[in-house]
Structure formats: C-alpha cells, structure tokens
C-alpha cells in the first residue's frame, strides 16, 4: 500500500472516531430524553469500530521471506515452511498477488507491494522466482523431485 492511502484510511478512521465522540458528549450533555439517538450513535460507534479494525487488519499485513519458509504477519504469524510449497506463482486474475499452492492442496494468496495505482510492482516476479528457488532448493535438500 501506497503512503498516501494509509494516510487516507488513517485519516477517515480518526474523522468516524470523532464524529462518534462528538455524539456521544451530546447525548451525555444533552437534556433527555433521546428517544432513537442511541441507536444511530450505536451504529455510528459500531462502523467506526468496524471500518478500524479493517484499516488495522490491512496496515498489519506484512510478508517475509526467512531462510525457514515465507511469513505472513498479520494478527497472528504464519510460518509457511519452504517444504509444504507445491509452486509459486503470480495469479493471472487479481493483479498484484502471489499465491503458493501448499502440498495438502490448499492455496494461499500473499498480498504484495503495489507500486502505484493497481500496478503491480515490477520486483514482483522476481519475488515469485526467489520463492520458487527456495522452494526448490528446500526439495532437493530433502531429497525429494523437483521437476514437479
């Protein structure tokens, strides 16, 4: 993600925050009763919170190559060891993405950097040949086939 668009999200993020705040001290200020106005500042308060943790979710996302595997951190670490990748590759229907086909027929897409609006980055296949080569390479050190 670009740096203007995490700016952009953060932003929106803090402007839903504020205006959820601002209701709040209004009802709490306000003369009752306020009949209908908790449900508006529940669900005001409820996409705030919402829209949040999606931005938080987003901004957190980040992938590693480690000489054990490929990382993926985003609430939680994923360590996906070089030996359960079938193949790397880039996926022809969603720009920018890169997805491994695991041993146990699972597929995972990475989300990768983006170098400006929907473009993929240019470094991306050769990310994709560097995952593939450690995946090889991991193979033949365990002895298995690597033509697959």
Known sequence: MTGWRRWLYVLLLVSFLAQAVNRLVDLLVGPPPHYGDGIFFALALL???AYGWMVVL?????VTLTPEGVEVR???TKVIPYT????AYR???SRG????????ATRIALPAPVSGFKDAAPELD???????ARVDGARAA???DVAG
Not at 97 to 102: A, F, G, M, Q, T
């Open 74 to 76: 985003s609430f939680r």
């Open 126 to 132: 050769e990310a994709v040949a560097l995952i593939q």
């Open 47 to 49: 996409a705030a919170l």
């Open 84 to 87: 359960e990748v079938e193949r």
């Open 58 to 62: 987003y901004l957190r996302t980040r």
């Open 142 to 144: 365990a002895g298995e």
């Open 91 to 93: 996926n022809r229907f």
């Open 97 to 104: 993405v890169v997805s491994l086909d695991l041993l146990d």
